[in-house]
T-cell receptor, first 112, second 110 residues
Framework: NAGVTQTPKFRVLKTGQSMTLLCAQDMNHEYMYWYRQDPGMGLRLIHYSVGEGTTAKGEVPDGYNVSRLKKQNFLLGLESAAPSQTSVYFC???????????FGPGTRLTVT | GQQLNQSPQSMFIQEGEDVSMNCTSSSIFNTWLWYKQEPGEGPVLLIA?????ELTSNGRLTAQFGITRKDSFLNISASIPSDVGIYFC??????????FGQGTRLTINP
């Protein structure tokens, strides 16, 4: 039981490049979330999903897109990366008690 | 969206000391959660609180859900080196979303 996994762990992009971050969970959770963490700002919600095939905007959705084609996977895409998107990205999932979220190890993204 | 204020922002203590930190909100929350994050890792859930006035312990950790529903407290007794990390509070906003505080960074001198 791996919990929540994220790939890749590190990535460096040039401005304008695109990439996709993958989150996978093996706990059969309905709800999945993408957050970004910046120094001194805690965790901010980018997008979330309440089930397979559904997505919704969080607090800071601009510049990001997501997809939940399978229940166990939640993808975060950056179509045209900007330096302001340099951050650590965390995926989380939750089940019946959906406010108890379980986090992955994070992806550190640098955009130059 | 709602904002959570966590204090203190950082703490430097001696091993064996007790630690107290708190989180306040301008709005009411129905659930409070406390997480710990170690360097290079994702946050790990420590304690979840569901009712105003609730007091819950997890080993040396004790958390309380404030009676006004606008605050929560976390105490760590007899701190040890492995307690080092950043502690985050989170409040449930709406049905599916959490709002996080800025974190309290705990440093322990042996």
């Amino acid at each position: 039981n791996a919990g929540v996994t994220q790939t890749p762990k590190f990535r460096v992009l040039k401005t304008g490049q695109s990439m996709t971050l993958l989150c996978a969970q093996d706990m059969n959770h309905e709800y999945m979330y993408w957050y970004r963490q910046d120094p001194g700002m805690g965790l901010r919600l980018i997008h979330y999903s309440v089930g397979e095939g559904t997505t919704a905007k969080g607090e800071v959705p601009d510049g990001y897109n997501v997809s939940r084609l399978k229940k166990q996977n939640f993808l975060l895409g950056l179509e045209s990366a900007a330096p302001s998107q340099t951050s650590v990205y965390f995926c989380a999932s939750s089940g019946d008690s959906f406010y108890e979220q379980y986090f992955g190890p994070g992806t550190r993204l640098t955009v130059t | 969206g709602q904002q959570l204020n966590q204090s203190p922002q950082s703490m430097f203590i001696q091993e064996g000391e007790d630690v107290s930190m708190n989180c306040t909100s301008s709005s009411i929350f129905n659930t409070w959660l406390w997480y710990k994050q170690e360097p290079g890792e994702g946050p790990v859930l420590l304690i979840a609180l569901y009712k105003a006035g609730e007091l819950t312990s997890n080993g040396r950790l004790t958390a309380q859900f404030g009676i006004t529903r606008k605050d929560s407290f976390l105490n760590i007794s007899a701190s040890i080196p492995s307690d080092v990390g950043i502690y985050f509070c989170a409040g449930r906003e709406g049905a599916q979303k959490l709002v996080f505080g800025q974190g309290t960074r705990l440093t322990i001198n042996p």
